[in-house]
């Protein structure tokens, strides 16, 4: 079973800059293209973010393109996300977890973790 645990989040005012890590656990890591979802209040998760294994291939939301870079560190089982230009709208859970593949924006892992409260004020 992969563990997740995403850390970095907190309180910053909008045009803000913050930088989140997801540290996993297991073989799962450096196994699998990962990405980073969110979820605001009263909406569904959505994608964000994710990288191929190696990192060669990145793709993102049209919500966060040029504004958000994802990065990982394999030899670390860590992935990241810096957000610069924080807009309100991405005030919102940030989760990490393994995608179905390059170029998807779907996750089917039953696992994740209890991911960081990102809050963006006006």
């Known amino acids: 079973q992969v563990q997740l645990v995403e850390s970095g989040g907190g309180l910053v005012q909008a045009g803000g800059s913050l930088r989140l890590s997801c540290a996993a656990s297991?073989?799962?890591?450096?196994?699998?293209?990962m990405g980073w979802f969110r979820q605001a209040p009263g909406k569904e998760r959505e994608f964000v973010a994710a990288i191929s294994i190696v990192g060669s291939i990145k793709w993102y939301s049209d919500s966060v393109k040029g504004r958000f870079i994802i990065s990982r560190d394999n030899a670390k089982n860590t992935l990241y996300l810096q957000m610069n230009s924080l807009k309100p709208d991405d005030t919102a859970v940030y989760y990490c977890n393994a995608v179905t593949g390059v170029y998807s924006r779907n996750s089917n892992s039953p696992y994740w973790g209890q991911g960081t409260q990102v809050t963006v004020s006006s």
């Open positions: 297991g073989r799962t890591f450096s196994n699998s293209a």
